[in-house]
C-alpha cells in the first residue's frame, strides 16, 4: 500500500489543531506519513503537535527549525522539500477532512495514473463543505459558493483564476518535482494555484465532484470562502479600488511570467504560446486583453464577475 505524505503547516493554531489532527487520525486510508512545520508558533500549538507525535512516533514528523517564513504560502513550499513518497497531501490546521477524504482521493489518483502515466505531473482536487467556526455548514459546496468553474480542464482556464483548493489536492511526486524549482515566491500567488498550472500545463488534473473537507471559516483564516453570490462581498470588493482591482488580474500575469521563467524549456509548444502572450498582457492595452481572453477562452464564472473582467481586466 502506497503511502501518502500529508504536508501540515501550523502557526499559532491551538484553537482547531487537535480536531484537524483527530480526523487525520480517523482517515479510513492509514497509510499516511504526517509532516508538519512550524512557523514560529507563541501559542500551545507545538505541544499539541508533540502529543500527536507521542501516539504515532512512526507516523509522524515534527520541523520547528525557528525561521519564520511568513505566510502559509512559503511555509508548504519549505514542507514540500521534506516530502520522499510517491502521493503528497496538503493539509491546513483548522479544517476536518472527512473520514474517506484520503482513500477517494488516492483512488482517483490512480486512477488518473492509470489513464495517463506516473512520468508526468498529475493532481486531483475536491469540492469542500463551507462551514463556520463550530462546524456549521453554511454551503454544501464551496465550488458552488464562490461560483467557481467546476468542469474547468485546461491551462487557460487557470492563468486568470484559481479552482484549485490547497487542502483538497492531492498530486503525485512528479508534480512535486515541479514545485520545488527556484521560483521567485514573490511573484507565486499561492502554492495550490502553482500546483494547478503545473498539472494542467505539464501533465492531468481532474476535479472530484464531492465534498471531503469541512473548510472552517473564521476571523484568522489565511484564505478564506467568500459567498460570490453576496451584494455584501461585492460592494466590499468596489469599495477596494480600481487599483486594487487592476492589481488582481496584473498579479495573476506576473505569475505566468514567473512560471513562464522556470519552466519555458519544459512547456509544449501549444501551451507555451499561450503562456507566454498571457504573461505579455501587461504590455498590452486594454482592448488587446480583452481580445486575447475572447479568443483564448478565459473568463470569469457568474455575471458580476463577467462585467467585473470587462472593467478590470
Not at 505524505?5 to 487537535?18: F, Q, V
Request: net charge positive; with cysteine.
Amino acid at each position: 500500500m502506497d503511502t501518502i505524505d500529508i504536508l501540515l503547516a501550523t502557526y499559532n493554531g491551538e484553537k482547531y489543531l487537535d480536531e484537524q489532527l483527530k480526523s487525520i487520525e480517523n482517515q479510513t486510508y492509514k497509510n499516511w506519513y504526517l509532516i508538519v512545520r512550524d512557523d514560529g508558533s507563541k501559542d500551545n500549538t507545538i505541544n499539541i503537535l508533540n502529543n500527536f507525535k507521542k501516539k504515532y512516533p512512526d507516523k509522524v514528523k515534527i520541523i520547528n527549525d525557528g525561521i519564520s517564513s511568513g505566510s502559509a504560502k512559503n511555509n508548504f513550499f519549505k514542507l514540500m522539500s521534506y516530502s520522499e513518497n510517491e502521493y503528497i497531501s496538503c493539509c491546513d490546521q483548522d479544517d476536518i477532512w472527512l473520514d474517506n477524504k484520503l482513500e477517494i482521493m488516492y483512488e482517483e489518483l490512480k486512477k488518473l495514473e492509470n489513464e495517463n502515466t506516473n512520468q508526468i505531473p498529475l493532481l486531483v482536487h475536491c469540492d469542500l463543505y463551507v462551514v463556520d467556526q463550530n462546524m456549521n455548514i453554511i454551503a454544501d459546496s464551496f465550488f458552488d459558493y464562490s461560483l467557481f468553474n467546476r468542469h474547468a480542464e485546461t491551462i487557460n482556464c487557470f492563468l486568470l483564476e484559481n479552482y484549485v483548493t490547497g487542502c483538497a489536492m492531492m498530486f503525485n511526486r512528479k508534480l512535486k518535482n515541479y514545485m520545488v524549482k527556484d521560483y521567485n515566491l514573490n511573484k507565486i500567488y499561492m502554492h495550490d494555484w502553482l500546483a494547478a498550472l503545473i498539472a494542467y500545463g505539464f501533465g492531468k488534473g481532474k476535479f472530484i465532484n464531492r465534498s471531503l473537507i469541512k473548510y472552517r471559516q473564521h476571523e484568522n483564516n489565511s484564505v478564506g470562502a467568500k459567498s460570490a453570490k453576496k451584494l455584501s462581498t461585492m460592494i466590499a470588493n468596489a469599495k477596494r479600488g480600481f487599483k486594487f482591482a487592476r492589481k488582481v488580474v496584473t498579479d495573476t500575469y506576473e505569475q505566468v511570467e514567473e512560471f513562464y521563467r522556470v519552466n519555458k524549456d519544459e512547456v509544449d509548444q501549444m501551451h507555451l504560446k499561450i503562456i507566454k502572450e498571457y504573461a505579455n498582457l501587461k504590455n498590452k492595452n486594454k482592448i488587446s486583453r480583452l481580445i486575447f481572453y475572447k479568443k483564448n477562452n478565459i473568463k470569469k464564472v457568474g455575471f458580476i464577475r463577467k462585467i467585473w473582467l470587462l472593467v478590470f481586466g
